[in-house]
């Protein structure tokens, strides 16, 4: 089966009760049995079976198996958000004294949180790009982890999956992925080696901006090695599940940070048209990206064009896709900002993987928390817009943001400015 039949009737969906085609919103906190004995078996783990929902639920189960399945991963665990699965995911992995390699041009929540593990004696060194040659001389016995999104979020850095994946493995270290802006549309990071993906579900999976969840995918490939990873020393006995295992039985469980009921239902509804939504949205970035290139007045990063530092990994590895974000650079604050109040079909809100088309100047918004060498290694600039492109009519799309750009520019010559 590819892609889209698999989101339909792939294996893991569910024969649900009554023939629903959707599983249904099993809105109960606890789960009841006939007998004492039977309760704590559940508890146990020596029957399969829901005891409360912050630990397992019906709706969640679907979602999981559903996001393991389509990621080719063997377990998925869902989360409250994004960031809930970003930290629970790196927790699940470290001790004070553990150390981390992590790409610098991160999303700004991910970039923070790993500035507050500081304080717990956890250490990052930051890569201005994860690739082989940066990652490689910052590896060392306390490393236990290298950490990065595959297509980040603004910068559209592009990373090399396997190249990485294959020196994080030499040194006996998984790779972690944020995979939020590629999908498994695009993508499948685990194909290529990664270890463990992450997505920030509420973005293009969910896909309507109505719910959001997160989700931690294990492909079940590391070799783990508890006296390395002395975080998983409890769960090794579980072998090939044993990342999943201590998850599910201690940081995941005790943070509390499960996915709501209803925002898992609306994940697996999302999910459903991830493929068809995902070709629509790269199909207009794509446009929207080649008609603005070049125009005076705007620089344009999109990983598909030319001027693109990686487009040629794109062409191998992404399937000549790019992804739903394209970021400009306006020339200066004061322009991004009259560019942006100028825009008519498109909303200013942050957020991405929308079925509409937002805009954003990251600075004092998405990172307004970060510090300012944070928001420089993040590829982000005062002038930087964020477009997080929707499935309108890309005719629509690019007429209104070149008669935006137009009216920035013609701004600027009211002021007497030549750009
Ligand atoms: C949005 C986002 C997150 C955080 O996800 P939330 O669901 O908002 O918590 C993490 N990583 C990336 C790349 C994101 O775009």
Redesign the pocket.
Known sequence: MKFNTTLLHGNAVNRYAYGATQPSVCQSSAFHYPSAEELEDVFQGRVPGHAYTRCSNPTVDALERRLAEVEGGLAAVACA????A?TTAILNLVCAGDEIVSSSAL?G??AEFLEDLERFGVKTHYVPKLTAESVKPLLNERTRLVFG?VIS?PSLAVTDVRAVAEVAHAAGVPLVL?A??VTPWILRPIELGADIV?H????YIAGSGNA???VIIDSGNFKWDATKHRALAHSAKFGRFAFTAQLRNAIWKNLGGCIAPQNAYLAVNGLETLGLRMERICANAKALAESLDGLPGVTVTYPTLASHPDHELIARDFRGLGCGIVTLRLGSRERAFRFMNALRHVCLAT??GDVRTLVIAPEKTINAHSTPEQIAAAGVFPDTVRVSVGIEDAEDLIEDFRQAIAAANAADAADGKTE
């Open positions: 958000s994004g960031m809930a970003v999303f929540g991910t999104e979020n944020d939020t802006t992450i920030s579900v509420s973005k959001i969840s997160g957020n991405i």
